[in-house]
């Protein structure tokens, strides 16, 4: 069965370090998010990508955080410089389209930010 | 804006029916998802609901009524392995589709 994948699949860091999380989504899927999740809440939207545009990056904080789907297929979300308050699970999930029934999750990566 | 409450934790008993609801205040509704999240692990799909009504698959259900922005997840014949968060999520038109994650529900399931 396809699945996301992400790696790393844990970050340890230090404040004002630099860090990069990849994604490949499910193959043909065309929609790509990333999400952050802190302890005891859901899922954040940071990015949405459809193939390779971005179609809402309003929550994301532009100051520190980018995110790419150079090709529209494998996405990278980098955060310099990381800050204790990015300590998270960084979640990637796909999508057929963007308004299809469900979106597939990857193992997510988490982020710890000494 | 947009809002999702859910209870933050509830307590069942193995073999029991539990319900889990979700309220929600949106513009440009197009559909509630529900999905389930153990701990440390990714969520997973388990239902969605786009017209009002009960859908049910298998042990779980979900129903909606969009005109009182609820939906709740009925999960019956409880097991051990049902222990875990469980997420609403709404997801809204508007320049595009959005979902939206609720807090979630943590489910814990005693003997």
């Known amino acids: 069965e396809a699945e996301v994948a992400q790696s790393p699949r844990y970050k340890i860091t230090e404040k004002s370090q630099a860090v990069a999380f990849w994604c490949d989504p499910i193959s043909g899927h065309a929609t790509l998010y990333w999400y952050r999740q802190i302890l005891g809440q859901g899922p954040e939207l940071l990015v949405q990508f459809q193939d390779e545009s971005v179609v809402d990056d309003s929550q994301l904080p532009k100051d520190r955080f980018s995110a790419e789907r150079l090709k529209g297929v494998d996405s990278t979300l980098k955060i310099q410089p990381a800050e204790l308050g990015d300590s998270a699970m960084y979640l990637c999930?796909?999508?057929?389209?963007?308004?299809?029934?469900?979106?597939?999750f990857g193992p997510g990566t988490r982020l710890t930010v000494l | 804006g947009q809002n999702i409450d859910q209870p933050t934790e509830m307590t069942a008993t193995e073999g029991a029916i539990v319900q889990i609801n979700c309220t929600y205040q949106t513009s440009g509704f197009n559909g509630l998802f529900w999905y389930q999240q153990h701990a440390g692990e990714a969520p997973t799909f388990l239902s969605y609901?786009?017209?009002?009504g009960l859908e049910e698959k298998g042990r779980f259900s979900s129903f909606l009524s969009r005109s009182k922005g609820y939906s709740y997840l009925l999960l019956k014949e409880l097991q051990m392995k049902d222990s875990a968060s469980y997420l609403c999520?709404?997801?809204?038109?508007?320049?595009?589709?959005?979902?939206?994650f609720g807090a979630g529900t943590r489910l814990f399931v005693k003997a």
């Open positions: 999520a709404v997801r809204a038109q508007g320049g595009g589709f959005k979902t939206i």
């Open positions: 609901n786009v017209l009002d």
């Open positions: 999930a796909s999508s057929r389209t963007s308004n299809y029934n469900e979106q597939f």
